[in-house]
């Protein structure tokens, strides 16, 4: 199995900056991307970004585009989402993941997610 545990959000203002982790431990090698979701109360879930571990490349939704920018560090099996010029539209549970791929025709997808998170919320006031 895979564990993942996301840290660093919380709540900030709009236009300010958050940076989430994801630690991945357990059967790593059984995937081969990793991605960040999100899901707003009321809402369905949303894909966000995801990156392949091989390295490039990397995929968002068009709402974050310029905004938010996924990497990640091999070594330390470590997923990282920064996310700036944050609005309350952002304001929402960001779920980390990991799976078999995380994009078809160039548009972040959860089909291919085996693994997930428990996630952590996010908050931004206006």
């Known amino acids: 199995q895979v564990q993942l545990v996301e840290s660093g959000g919380g709540s900030v203002q709009a236009g300010g900056s958050l940076r989430l982790s994801c630690a991945a431990s357990?059967?790593?090698?059984?995937?081969?991307?990793m991605g960040w979701f999100r899901q707003a109360p009321g809402k369905e879930r949303e894909e966000v970004a995801c990156?392949?571990?091989?390295?490039?490349?990397?995929y968002y939704t068009d709402s974050v585009k310029g905004r938010f920018t996924i990497a990640q560090d091999n070594a330390k099996n470590m997923v990282y989402l920064q996310l700036n010029s944050l609005e309350p539209e952002d304001t929402a549970m960001y779920y980390c993941?990991?799976?078999?791929?995380?994009?078809?025709?160039?548009?972040?997808?959860?089909?291919?997610?085996?693994?997930w998170g428990k996630g952590i919320l996010v908050t931004i006031s206006s």
């Open positions: 990156i392949y571990t091989a390295g490039d490349p990397t």
């Open positions: 993941a990991a799976g078999r791929y995380c994009a078809i025709r160039g548009t972040p997808t959860d089909s291919g997610m085996d693994y």
């Open positions: 357990g059967y790593t090698w059984r995937y081969s991307c």
